[in-house]
């Protein structure tokens, strides 16, 4: 009672709400003067700000073990207890996965959805088509001709994913995938490669785009030459010519990079932009991924480090240091990268917040006001960047019937936090309690579930501790 209601559609705040919440959904949003019923639960929020539960529409649940050192067979069931108490307690109720394990994923996704585990929703595919594993059980291995590529939706399909994600393909094989994945009713999201164009990918079908690598090189006036060169390069006898010696790979990329940021123009740039706007194809940017993989912040902070496990740093954050050359090229492409993704939020291209979590910096939950506070800096507006993470979402996947607002009628997904985050971002750093599809969440018991990632970090370090004085003669540990 006597909370403040974030509308995160019109950039308003409704002060002096109460929120009613009974079997799971939002029953009303009204001004606090009618008097509840005897036995209801009363959350304290008065002077507090409620907005949606936040989503981020990038991460990885099941790709890597956590608990996997040397040849040990990884335990993903440890990824659960690490990620999905991370999420809730930074107020992120939907995450979108995109690519890992199928089996553990459903797992998850049903015992969150059925109440047995705490933690966000989750939506997600299997692995990513293209890539050398199976999308699900029993789909083709490594699909490219046309009935394998069919197959492999096909298959992703009957099992039930969301999704589906691509690895960067040729541009035959993008096209056999998006018409048999909108046959499923189906949208398709991923990477486009250096040999295709945006433009081309956005045509061709692609709903959804990770990552901003081709949204810079779509601004080179160059771009259709640096793509031909790229498919040069990584064509079969490409391949063969660079394995011999006679091309070398880092002086190509170095190559392209340097001459798609000298020959960037806005203009160029948005004529590509149009496009996507009018095909309605979302982007992703992952500017704190994209940040963190080109090292332009190489030192983490040590609040962060706390709640990384051993694999994450020894794989993502050891000797990971780039020459000056490429530290100047990685400037001022991210410095493109944010104007992009400002042309691109001007231009009504949808944009959904997501941090390719975890890796580097990238704790799970933690990450999501980074990246917000990024999309900011990149010239969104404070409303504009909470929109990537709640109405936005719950439009792309189609659930804005039920997901987005505080609505009545709405699930209950909903996130108390102290100071207005239309005002400031970082207010999304103070949350006070958690709405997880009707399950209240108060401070106390978020802190006693991040308790619970405490001590299975702590597990995690001691078990890496041998292997860390085996591998590397450092002193049992310690990371460098």
């Known amino acids: 009672m006597g909370v403040t209601v974030v509308d995160v559609e019109h950039g308003t705040l409704l002060p002096n709400q109460t929120v009613v919440v009974a079997g799971g959904r939002i029953e009303r949003v009204e001004e606090s003067h009618r008097a509840l019923p005897p036995g209801t639960t009363v959350i304290p929020a008065r002077g507090r700000y409620l907005l949606p539960g936040l989503w981020d529409t990038h991460v990885h649940l099941a790709a890597v073990a956590i608990d996997r050192l040397g040849n040990r067979p990884g335990n993903y069931e440890i990824n659960a207890s690490w990620h999905l108490p991370l999420f809730l307690a930074h107020g992120v109720t939907g995450v979108r996965d995109m690519s890992g394990n199928f089996a553990m994923l459903r797992t998850w996704r049903d015992q969150v959805g059925s109440g047995v585990?705490?933690?966000?929703?989750?939506?997600?595919?299997?692995?990513?088509?293209?890539?050398?594993?199976?999308?699900?059980?029993?789909?083709?291995?490594?699909?490219?001709?046309?009935?394998?590529?069919?197959?492999?939706?096909?298959?992703?399909?009957?099992?039930?994913?969301?999704?589906?994600?691509?690895?960067?393909?040729?541009?035959?094989?993008?096209?056999?995938?998006?018409?048999?994945?909108?046959?499923?009713?189906?949208?398709?999201?991923?990477?486009?490669?250096?040999?295709?164009?945006?433009?081309?990918?956005?045509?061709?079908?692609?709903?959804?785009?990770?990552?901003?690598?081709?949204?810079?090189?779509?601004?080179?006036?160059?771009?259709?030459h640096l793509a031909e060169s790229a498919g040069r390069e990584f064509s079969w006898w490409g391949e063969r010519l660079v394995r011999i010696g006679w091309w070398n790979h880092a002086q190509r990329r170095r190559r392209r990079a340097e001459r798609m940021i000298v020959t960037w123009d806005s203009a160029t740039e948005a004529r590509t932009i149009e496009v996507l706007a009018r095909n309605h194809t979302e982007q992703t940017p992952t500017l704190s991924a994209l940040r963190d993989i080109q090292r332009l912040?190489?030192?983490?902070?040590?609040?962060?480090?706390?709640?990384?496990?051993?694999?994450?740093?020894?794989?993502?954050?050891?000797?990971?240091?780039?020459?000056?050359?490429?530290?100047?090229?990685?400037?001022?492409?991210?410095?493109?990268?944010?104007?992009?993704?400002?042309?691109?939020?001007?231009?009504?291209?949808?944009?959904?917040?997501?941090?390719?979590?975890?890796?580097?910096r990238r704790v799970p939950g933690m990450s999501l006001v980074d990246e917000l506070e990024?999309?900011?800096?990149?010239?969104?507006?404070?409303?504009?960047?909470?929109?990537?993470?709640?109405?936005?979402?719950?439009?792309?996947?189609?659930?804005?019937?039920?997901?987005?607002?505080?609505?009545?009628?709405?699930?209950?997904?909903?996130?108390?936090?102290?100071?207005?985050?239309?005002?400031?971002?970082?207010a999304l750093r103070t949350v006070r309690a958690v709405v997880a599809g009707g399950r209240y969440y108060s401070r106390e018991e978020l802190d006693r579930r991040l308790e619970g990632v405490r001590q299975v970090l702590a597990q995690l370090r001691r078990d890496a501790a041998p292997s860390a004085v085996a591998s590397d003669g450092a002193a049992p540990g310690n990371t460098r």
């Open 374 to 426: 990024l999309l900011a800096q990149a010239g969104l507006s404070n409303l504009e960047a909470l929109q990537t993470a709640t109405i936005n979402p719950a439009r792309f996947l189609r659930l804005s019937d039920s997901l987005g607002t505080v609505t009545p009628g709405k699930v209950a997904d909903l996130v108390l936090v102290d100071e207005n985050p239309l005002a400031n971002l970082g």
């Open 117 to 224: 585990r705490a933690g966000p929703r989750i939506v997600h595919t299997g692995w990513k088509i293209g890539a050398p594993e199976p999308v699900v059980p029993g789909a083709p291995r490594d699909p490219h001709t046309p009935a394998e590529l069919r197959r492999a939706v096909d298959r992703a399909a009957d099992a039930g994913v969301d999704f589906i994600k691509v690895e960067t393909m040729q541009p035959e094989e993008l096209r056999v995938v998006a018409e048999e994945a909108h046959r499923r009713g189906l949208q398709v999201v991923g990477h486009v490669g250096p040999w295709m164009t945006l433009r081309t990918a956005s045509e061709l079908g692609l709903d959804g785009v990770e990552h901003l690598h081709q949204g810079v090189a779509a601004g080179s006036t160059e771009e259709e």
């Open 297 to 360: 912040e190489p030192e983490i902070p040590p609040e962060r480090l706390a709640w990384l496990p051993p694999k994450i740093l020894r794989t993502d954050t050891t000797d990971k240091a780039v020459g000056p050359w490429r530290e100047q090229i990685f400037l001022k492409q991210f410095a493109l990268q944010m104007r992009v993704t400002r042309m691109m939020q001007q231009a009504g291209v949808p944009i959904l917040a997501g941090t390719d979590s975890p890796g580097t």
